[in-house]
């Protein structure tokens, strides 16, 4: 079940590359979906990290992914970055070892980050 979900979330990649890029600092419309998505691949790189996925750094390639199709420049790059870094120690402070909690909060970011993806593709997809 949650391959399936991870295959969506890949989407991602996909969903990045049809959005197209900024040559300016401006915001987009779609900035805040960016965030977010930002921020849940940070909070799935460390709990799939701690729920022994095996993953390496799959999840922060896919957020290197999304900052590479956008481009942002300055402050919005800071943004998604900082959305991230959000995500990554939100969790870490609160998880430190694999809990069912922790399982059911990858299957919601996973669920939560595909539909972004999918929202962002509809929205913007030529």
Same mark, same amino acid.
């Given at each position: 079940?949650?391959?399936k979900r991870l295959l969506?979330?890949?989407?991602?990649?996909?969903?990045?590359?049809?959005?197209?890029a900024?040559?300016?600092?401006?915001?987009a419309?779609?900035?805040?979906?960016?965030?977010?998505?930002? /921020?849940?691949?940070?909070t799935?790189?460390?709990? #799939?990290g &701690?729920? *022994?996925?095996n993953? +390496?750094?799959?999840?922060?390639? $896919?957020?290197?992914?999304?900052?590479?199709? /956008?481009?942002?420049?300055?402050?919005?790059?800071? #943004?998604? &970055?900082? *959305?991230?870094?959000? +995500?990554?120690?939100?969790f870490? $402070?609160?998880?430190?070892?694999?809990t069912?909690?922790?399982?059911?909060?990858?299957?919601?970011?996973?669920?939560?980050?595909?539909?972004?993806?999918?929202?962002?593709?509809?929205?913007?997809?030529?």
């Open positions: 079940m949650i391959s969506a979330v890949l989407m991602l990649s996909a969903a990045c590359a049809i959005v197209p900024r040559a300016q600092d401006a915001a419309p779609f900035d805040g979906d960016l965030q977010r998505l930002s /921020e849940i691949l940070g799935l790189h460390y709990l #799939r &701690i729920c *022994g996925s993953e +390496g750094a799959k999840w922060r390639n $896919q957020m290197q992914a999304l900052v590479d199709a /956008e481009t942002p420049s300055g402050e919005r790059r800071a #943004r998604m &970055i900082a *959305g991230f870094n959000r +995500g990554y120690n939100g870490q $402070q609160t998880y430190r070892t694999c069912p909690a922790a399982m059911v909060a990858i299957r919601r970011y996973i669920d939560e980050g595909s539909k972004i993806s999918r929202d962002l593709t509809a929205r913007y997809a030529n």
